[in-house]
């Protein structure tokens, strides 16, 4: 019987250990930032992108406002937003940060080293760039709850769809951005008040060298062979790609496509759209050759 | 129950904070001093076991070993709940994931041997196939060219940090040759070493995790890189941030090891034949976790 009593209060010291709620709070008493904007002029704004749940009356639907800040460092911003309102700020939930080109590279590592320091930031948070961070925020429309999780779901479908993975995830933006050559972020704009992905800002030794669009952007994918494979669409052409593997040298670019569902001149065009990119961006990405080989080989 | 001691608290570090150049050469150096430390370690406590002499020698000896599982277990905890202070209840005292770690651990050293290898073995089951499964879904965050930056150091460039590594090399093998010389009737040695290595492979894919999604310069930089690269891991939509399964791990772990050392105490005061043993245990066991609060 006493077993039995204490096997009992080791089971709920246990359960009450990986609960996590002791310092809960209450919904209303936060505010869950689900996206952070960054921008410079003489300081860093930070624009904060946070919902409010609705409290305990099932009538109060969450909704989201832009808090800002300013300051001369990222930390010192969110200081000043902090002390500006009552509630705490949660960070837990952010899904993208967003960089407003206004920030210089030095002024965009602060941002990094700040995100290193914030614990409660996943590293899992989207780094994406636009012309101007508190703009976009304040003029866009969620579809969704948060605009943050808009940012998160247009990046996925967009790596579902189109297989382009933008590698923009804050570990690997922090990790290109301190030891590789090159490293891109997905830029940002509005449409109809709705932010949408337009194109990718591409960065070599931390200076901006190249936006490409969004079609320019899918090429870009396949020839540095990171695309994941999905429904292209090019002009009226269209084909599922299972697979790719592009293989660069002087004398020129070796590429199997694997499609299907294929159009007729699927190959045709696409050769043609990589060729135009290739020459278009030879020296500015620096590629061994705008020659490409192709072949198509029937998808699994 | 040797895989879990092995992991215990060590894997909460992997890689190694700030690690320099020859620290990594230094660590492996440790666990082969380790594995000769434990061989002779074994022997060594076997004698004791059976060592019929005057009380003073038994109790001077028997001291001294319960020293070694004290300090093994105050490192323990301390590392346990200043990890858990620092990520996971960081809005909360340190004093109260002391006391319920504390709690637990005096519940699991007082029970027998017997249910601590039961608990080991569902542990066991339950760690290594959370981290095999972890290690599959991460695969798709790996970088293979952050192995290149994997540089071991020589001999000659293990520094003074590394002091702390040989320092645990002999300590921890003599705490779990002291359990294991103790605790089980029937020697069973091939199990011991299997556990040890399944224990290393362990500690290796943590560190490998985390070197591959980050690099080692990066998850060096880190104060707990494990879960950090757990935490980037998604299947699908539904499942993300899984760095609950990490901080479960070493909480299981770090209570196993902890209750071995318990154990082992209790198995020393048996040998030296003390009056008022479960006393004498449970002051040496508050002991310890006061001591991991004030260091």
Known sequence: ?300 | MAALFLFGNIALFIPYNNAVEGEYTAIIIAFLIGALVYCLAKFGIDKYENLKTKKIIIYGIGAVLIGFCMLVSVVTIKHFTDYVSADVLSRNRKIFSLIGFGGVYLFAANKEKEATAKFSGVVFVFSVVSMLLLLLASLGNFEPSHLKTLVMGDVGEIGKRSVKYLFYAFLFPVVFGIFSAFSFKEKNTKSEVLGLIIGFFMLSVCFFSATLTFSLSEASGMEHAYPMSISVVSVGELFTRMDGFAYFIFFLSALVKAAICGLSIKAILEKMNVKRKKAILNFLLCLSVAIAYFI
Do not use: W
């Open chain 1, 1 to 300: 019987m006493k077993n039995k009593v204490l096997s009992v209060v080791l089971a709920v010291v246990i359960m009450a250990a990986f609960c996590g709620c002791s310092g809960y709070r209450e919904p209303d008493s936060s505010y869950i930032v689900t996206a952070l904007g960054f921008d410079a002029d003489d300081e860093i704004t930070v624009s904060a992108e946070v919902v409010t749940a609705g409290g305990s009356e099932r009538s109060n639907e969450p909704y989201s406002e832009i808090l800002t800040g300013r300051g001369d460092t990222p930390e010192d911003a969110v200081f000043s937003l902090n002390s500006q309102i009552s509630k705490i700020l949660m960070f837990d939930h952010c899904t993208a940060v967003i960089v407003g080109k206004t920030l210089s590279q030095d002024r965009f590592e602060d941002v990094i080293e700040y995100g290193l320091k914030l614990k409660e930031l996943n590293f899992s948070v989207y780094m994406t760039v636009c012309d101007n961070a508190a703009d976009l925020l304040n003029n866009s429309k969620s579809i969704s709850v948060a605009r943050g999780f808009d940012i998160a779901s247009n990046i996925r479908e967009t790596k579902k769809d189109t297989g382009i993975d933008y590698e923009n995830r804050f570990f690997e933006t922090f990790e290109a951005y301190k030891s590789k050559e090159y490293y891109s972020m997905p830029f940002l704009t509005l449409n109809d008040k709705r932010i949408i992905i337009k194109g990718e800002q591409i960065y070599k030794n931390k200076k901006e060298i190249a936006t490409l669009s969004n079609e320019e952007s899918l090429m870009y994918s396949f020839v540095k062979n990171n695309n994941r494979g999905g429904k292209i669409y090019l002009e009226q052409e269209y084909a599922q790609v299972t697979q790719s593997r592009f293989k660069m040298s002087e004398s020129g670019i070796k590429a199997t496509l694997y499609i299907k569902n294929n159009s007729k001149d699927f190959a045709f065009v696409f050769k043609q759209k990589t060729e135009n990119f290739l020459s278009k961006y030879k020296d500015v990405l620096n590629f061994k050759s705008d020659k490409l080989e192709l072949a198509v080989k029937d998808g699994v």
